[in-house]
C-alpha cells in the first residue's frame, strides 16, 4: 500500500518531524508536486518531517509524499511509468537508474545545474554516478556501502570476539555456531542471506566479477553462483542460520527481520538503513563489514545510496527544483532528514550533521569512516533487466533453500535464465 502523509501521521500519532508546525494556508499553494520514494518508518518520519519544513518555506508549492516498500515500489514504478502518471521526483537507486533512462522516464538535469539546483558544494566526484552517456540523470543524496548489523548484547553474551573490519567467511560461521549454542537454539547466528542478490554481489567481487560486465551482459559465473549457495546451504544444514520457512519470505519488511524479531543476531542491509534497523531494537546494533573469503579481494564498494531524479511526467518544474535544491543545500534540511538515506556527499551536509548525530548515526559514520581502504571499485552500471534478474535469483535460490534443487544446478539454471533475460532487455 501507498502511504501518503496524511495515512502516515494517523498510523505514526504525528511523529513526524516538525508535524507540530502549521500548515501553509491553502490559498499560497498554487502548484502542486508529487515525490515517490521506497522508505521504512524512519526515513518516512523524516522524508514527510522534510515536506513540512519545505512547505512552511515555500507556502506556493504543495507537495504530496508517497512511500512504499522496496518491492511494491518497482511494481508501482513500472505501473506509472507506462501509463505516464510518474511523479515528479522519484527516487533512484545506482541499480535501476540506467534502466529508466534507458526507459525514456527521467529527463537529464545538467541544464538545472547552477540555475535551479546548487551542488557547487559537493565532493568532488559526488555527481559522477548519476550520469547516463555523459548526462546526469540523478542527484547523488548520501554515500553508503553494505553491512552486516549485529546485535551487540548476543554477540557479547555468546563470547563472541571479531575483527569487524577484517572477519572472514569462517570466523562469521564460527560466530554463527557460538551464537547457537549459547543460545540454545533460541537465537541462530545469522539470517539466511541465499536469496540476497546484493550480498552475493560482494562475493562474486571477490573473485573480480561485477554482476554485469560493461557491455550488460552477466559477469559472474555459474561457479560463483554455486558457492555462493552452497556457503549458506551448509550453514542452513548445521542449523546455525534461520530456517527455509523464514528465509523463503522475499522483501519482507524489516520489522519482520530476525535481527529485530531476536530470532537471529546479523542480516544484510546498506550502512544508512542501521538506523532504521536500531529503532525497531531494544539490544544495540553493530555494524561489521560483509566477511570475506580468506585470501580474495575487497568486494564491497562504496555507492551513492539513491538518487532524486525528474520524471518525464514532471510539470511544475521550478517548484521541482526548488524541493530537490532546498534537500541538498540547506543545512536545515539536511539535519531534519538525517542519514537514513546516506552521509552527505558534500562537507558542508556533513557538518550541518555532526552535532546533531544520534549515537547509531555516529555509528555509521565512524563504519563509513573504517571502510575505507578496504573496499573496491564501484561496479559497472547494470543494464535493462536487472529487476527480472533479480527476481530470478531469488526464484531459483528458494528452490535450493527448499531442496528441490542442489546449489550447483541452481546456478546453472540462473546463469542460463539471467543471460536470456539480459539479451532479451537488449532487443
Known sequence: MVVSRRTFLMVSG????????????????????RHFWWG??????????????????????????ETIGWGDYWAKMATQTAGRNMADIVQMPYIYLHEYVQRGALVPL????????????????????GMVDGMLYGINIGATSQVIPYNQRVFDEAGVAFDRFGWTTDTFADACQKITDATEGAVTGSEDLSLYIENFEVWGRENGHDLYSKDGELQVTAEDVGSYWRFWTDLRKAGIIEGPDATVRVDKP??????????????FRYANQAVAVQSLMQ????????????GMAYGQYILPSMYLSISRDAENIDAVLAYINDWVSSPDAIRV????????????????????????EAKVVDYYAGIQGKVGPVPNPAPKGVGEVRDSFMRTGTDVVLGYVSPEDGAARFVEDAAAILERARM
Open 254 to 267: 524489516m520489522s519482520d527481520l530476525g535481527i529485530v524479531s531476536g530470532t537471529t543476531a546479523t542480516t
Open 337 to 360: 532528514l538525517g542519514i537514513d538515506r546516506g552521509i552527505p556527499p558534500s562537507a558542508m551536509g556533513r557538518d550541518a550533521l555532526m552535532p546533531v548525530l544520534s549515537d547509531t
Open 14 to 33: 504525528g511523529l513526524a518531524l516538525g508535524a507540530g508546525l502549521p500548515a501553509a494556508p491553502a490559498w499560497a499553494q498554487q502548484k502542486s508536486i
Open 283 to 294: 539490544d544495540p546494533v553493530g555494524l561489521a563489514m560483509v566477511p570475506r573469503r580468506a
Open 40 to 65: 521504512n518508518p524512519e526515513r518516512d518520519r523524516r522524508t514527510f518531517a522534510y515536506i513540512d519544513w519545505f512547505q512552511q518555506a515555500h507556502p506556493d508549492i504543495a507537495v504530496s509524499g
Open 110 to 129: 545538467d541544464d538545472y545545474l547552477g540555475s535551479g539546483i546548487d551542488v557547487s558544494f559537493y565532493d568532488e566526484g559526488a555527481l559522477d554516478s
